[in-house]
């Protein structure tokens, strides 16, 4: 008996250190981690929207109920956390002499939610009850300190995404985000854009991956989305390395590695598989030369400067888009992003 009362006591250890890891590598780390008892969490809800979402109809309705997606998946983190290291303490107090389950549940429940009503007999037992009602407090405390930040990083995220309409239209477009600043501010104006949107990229790649949960908070508007606007800014500095007849500007290169590692690094998280080297035309993208060479015509009607080689232009822009055409489309039906040009509106190529 003392055999398994030792076992049950080491695996209630095990099972509350893997509750605490769980915790830190999701509400404290600073990087990208992903932990098992948090991906659980959230595949679990997801399965339940999913089933929900064989009823919708149309994109404004899956939009309103995976708008939930994301803080009830966060909800149900604290309850999960809380119950394994209930259970984990439930083990250790059985092991340290309680006699039987109910009694153990019952006071590692009283110690959790320091309600006080049940506890050990012996010094031991107290001490255990002592160290699982400071765990709940930690963990409350943490979770109290999380939220503000996770909603600080989703409003800077949303400021640029809003703005963005302004700028490239509704749904977003990379051949209105051209045009707009072709007639009204010039496309040297467009310098600093990339210098903003570098910034952004940083930002949201750090986000993302050490708060995972925000890569499915849905903006509060139903047209945007943080994967659609990347997708248009991404598209729109390689049409103006690739097709704009202007002088040459390392700013927009810059912007795009910045974009294509954040999405790249994000897509890693939801182990997404792309080649992390890809050269076209080895590794295809999902635009077809149609489509761009409607581009291309669109941009010449409007009175842009395009350049002249349009072979060479339509091989410069795949060349760019290859880098984040996987991740950027994986990451569209993964948000279930609204549908915008060259972004949510196809399905990724294979080899």
């Keep these: 008996m003392l055999v398994f009362r030792v076992a049950a006591f080491v695996l209630g250890l095990v099972i509350t250190l893997a509750a605490f890891r769980s915790v830190i590598r999701t509400l404290v780390l600073p990087r990208s981690a992903p932990d098992p008892l948090t991906g659980i969490v959230f ?84 001490i255990l009850a002592f160290f699982e009602a400071a765990l709940g407090l930690i963990l409350v405390a943490l979770l109290i300190a999380f939220l503000p930040t996770m909603y600080n990083a989703f409003e800077q995220r949303e400021t640029a995404v809003t703005l963005l309409e302004v700028r490239a239209g509704k749904p977003p477009s990379a051949v209105e985000m051209l045009l707009r600043y072709h007639r009204n501010q010039g496309l040297e104006s467009l310098h600093e854009s990339w210098r903003a949107w570098e910034v952004w990229f940083a930002e949201i790649e750090e986000s993302h991956t050490s708060l995972a949960a925000l890569v499915f908070f849905r903006s509060p508007q139903p047209h945007h989305s943080w994967v659609t606007a990347s997708g248009t800014v991404l598209d729109a500095a390689a049409l103006s390395l690739s097709t704009i007849d202007i002088s040459w500007d390392a700013q927009a290169a810059l912007c795009i590695r910045a974009g294509f590692l954040a999405l790249r690094r994000i897509a890693d998280f939801f182990r997404v598989e792309y080649n992390d080297n890809p050269i076209y035309p080895v590794d295809p993208i999902s635009i077809t030369r149609e489509e761009f060479d409607t581009v291309y015509d669109r941009l010449s009607a409007a009175g842009m400067p395009v350049k002249a080689d349009r072979e060479r232009a339509w091989q410069d822009f795949a060349g760019w888009r290859v880098n984040y055409d996987t991740p950027l489309l994986a990451l569209s039906r993964l948000t279930m992003a609204p549908e915008a040009p060259w972004t949510s509106d196809r399905e990724p190529v294979t080899n």
């Design 43 to 126: 595949r679990s809800v997801r399965r339940i929207f999913d089933l929900r979402l064989r009823w919708s109809r149309g994109y404004s309705t899956r939009d309103r109920v995976m708008a939930y997606y994301a803080p009830i998946s966060l909800m149900f983190l604290p309850i999960a956390w809380l119950s394994v290291v209930l259970i984990g303490f439930m083990f250790m107090f059985w092991g340290s002499g309680i006699e039987n389950w109910g009694e153990a549940f019952t006071i590692s429940g009283s110690s959790l939610l320091t309600l006080g009503f049940a506890k050990g007999d012996t010094l031991f037992q107290t």
